[in-house]
């Protein structure tokens, strides 16, 4: 099944460690479930040339975060915010729209005790 409405995708390149707790906001306060993190090595723009040999790099987490289009905007700059990307060395963030997704549910489950 086909999703009936528009979506973007949000992506943000953030040093290790500011993944998940940007992850649990959008899950929890905004009730978001295309949410996925994965890992990456890298240096940085600004990293001098001398330290960009084999073993210099740094541990990047890539947080990807599928959105309806319409709240696409505010999402993007909440993020901004919650991840601080505005701070020396914190990251980069894009967005785009996708061409086609699919609905995508998780079951209600019981809470935990």
């Known amino acids: 099944m086909y999703c009936d409405r528009p979506q973007k995708v ?3 390149i953030l040093p290790k460690g500011r ?4 992850l649990e906001v959008l899950a929890r306060e905004h009730d978001l ?3 996925d993190i ?3 090595r890298g240096v940085g723009r600004i990293t001098p ?3 960009r040999g084999i073993g210099e790099t740094s541990e990047k987490e ?6 309806p289009a319409s ?3 505010a999402l993007f700059e909440l993020i901004y915010e919650i991840a601080e990307i505005n701070r020396p060395h914190g990251g980069l963030m894009f967005m785009h729209a ?3 997704s699919t609905r995508f549910r998780l079951p209600d489950l019981p809470e935990e005790a």
Request: net charge negative; proline share 4%; charged share 10%.
């Open 49 to 51: 040339l001398r330290h």
């Open 98 to 100: 996708l061409q086609v």
């Open 38 to 40: 994965h890992y990456a």
């Open 19 to 22: 993944g998940m707790p940007v």
């Open 71 to 73: 709240d696409a905007d």
């Open 62 to 67: 890539v947080l990807t975060v599928t959105v």
């Open 33 to 35: 479930t295309a949410l």
């Open 10 to 12: 949000i992506t943000c």
